[in-house]
């Protein structure tokens, strides 16, 4: 079945910067990759946590879409949903979801069998795995960061889809796990307050905050369209 075929599929996010790698929309992915680089001057940046205040404003699209430009620039790029609530990369990217975070923070199988390679060069995906009654628990555990511990030695890059922030705690716990974070915004629907709101979570987990990424933005071109502020 082709990539075009399988976003009719429920839940599967546009992989634009895989289909369409010259559209104006992947060019600001790659704006978004490029300014990690600048951020990460200082301090490394490996582990990125992608997030948002609310359910639907982009998170997924985003994370997708910045594994697959960061992949296409020819780094090792591991793509990891950590959106226990509602994961959708096994069907973004085609891969089975029988396995994955869950089954290695439950110690059930190793971080190595649990990851899978996709059909883009460069990028590979760490699934949800089963869900289990308390993925709160579980993300919190000691056991994720020796997992992001393990995959800075294996990857140049890993990118971690979340959870909304202002719906459940775990992403204030992945946020504080990782080198940095990219907050996405829905032009559309996010109220001010509600983006500050995140904003103030974001610095109470104690997190770095790499850029704010407005998704939704109306352009002449097209209509899915995002931008780096
Ligand atoms: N820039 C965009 N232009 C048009 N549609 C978009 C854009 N970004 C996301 N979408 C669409 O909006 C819906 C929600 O996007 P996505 O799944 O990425 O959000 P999310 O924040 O991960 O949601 P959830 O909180 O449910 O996990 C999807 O159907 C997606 O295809
Ligand atoms: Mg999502």
Redesign the pocket.
């Known amino acids: 079945m082709s990539r075009k075929l399988r976003y009719k599929v429920k839940?599967s996010?546009?992989l634009i910067a895989f289909d369409s790698p010259q559209s104006p929309?992947t060019e600001q992915y790659r704006l978004i990759r490029n300014n990690l680089h600048f951020s990460s001057v200082d301090k490394e940046i490996k582990t990125i946590a992608v997030t948002?205040p609310?359910?639907?404003?982009?998170?997924?699209?985003?994370?997708a879409n910045l594994a697959v430009v960061i992949a296409q620039q020819g780094s090792k790029v591991l793509l990891i949903d950590a959106?226990l609530?509602?994961p959708?990369i096994h069907y973004s990217l085609n891969v089975t979801n029988t396995f994955g975070l869950t089954s290695v923070l439950s110690k059930r199988i190793n971080l190595e069998q649990a990851i899978s390679s996709t059909s883009i060069a460069h990028l590979d995906a760490l699934t949800s795995g089963p869900i289990p009654p308390n993925p709160a628990e579980l993300l919190s555990s000691k056991s994720l960061d020796i997992v992001l511990k393990q995959l800075r030695e294996m990857y140049e890059f890993v990118v971690l889809?979340t959870?909304?922030l202002l719906s459940v705690t775990d992403s204030q716990n992945l946020a504080n796990s990782c080198d940095g974070v990219v907050l996405?915004v829905s032009s559309r629907k996010t109220k001010r307050e509600r983006a500050l709101k995140a904003k103030e979570l974001l610095e109470k987990a104690n997190s770095y905050l790499l850029g704010v990424v407005v998704?939704?933005v109306e352009s002449k071109q097209t209509?899915?369209?995002?931008e780096y502020i």
């Open positions: 839940k996010v546009n929309v948002s609310e359910p639907s404003d982009g998170k997924s699209t985003t994370a959106d609530r509602k959708t889809d959870p909304p996405v998704n939704g209509n899915f369209y995002g």
